[in-house]
């Protein structure tokens, strides 16, 4: 029997030493990222460890992503996480594209 993580996707709820395995990631950085993530605020069980749900357990594949491969750093991802990231470069375009036109008109008059 294979531990691979779409085989282990029928669970409600991975604890950390899960979640760390199948992220790579060591148990000190994922309670780490709660504190710098609000989407990642996994429950407590009765004995007081953290259960993560399906969800946050692709919360975290998420950031890794952003912060290991795309190079964000952890405010861009948040920011990025929060839907901001994408709305701000937008913002930067519309910008940019408004006064690169003023000088058009300008040049124009």
Do not use: H
């Not at 950085?29 to 953290?50: A, M, T």
């Amino acid at each position: 029997m294979s531990s691979n993580p779409q085989q282990k996707s029928n669970k409600l709820f991975y604890r950390i030493g899960e979640v760390s395995r199948l992220s790579g990631l060591e148990p000190y950085v994922l309670r780490y990222w709660e504190s710098e993530f609000p989407q990642l605020k996994p429950n407590k069980g009765k004995s007081g460890q953290r259960l993560y749900s399906k969800k946050e357990l692709d919360t975290v594949l998420q950031i890794k992503q952003l912060l290991y491969k795309e190079g964000y750093t952890i405010a861009g991802a948040r920011k990025k996480m929060n839907g901001k990231g994408d709305r701000d470069v937008l913002e930067s375009v519309i910008e940019t594209a408004k006064k690169d036109l003023r000088e058009l008109l300008e040049i124009l008059k």
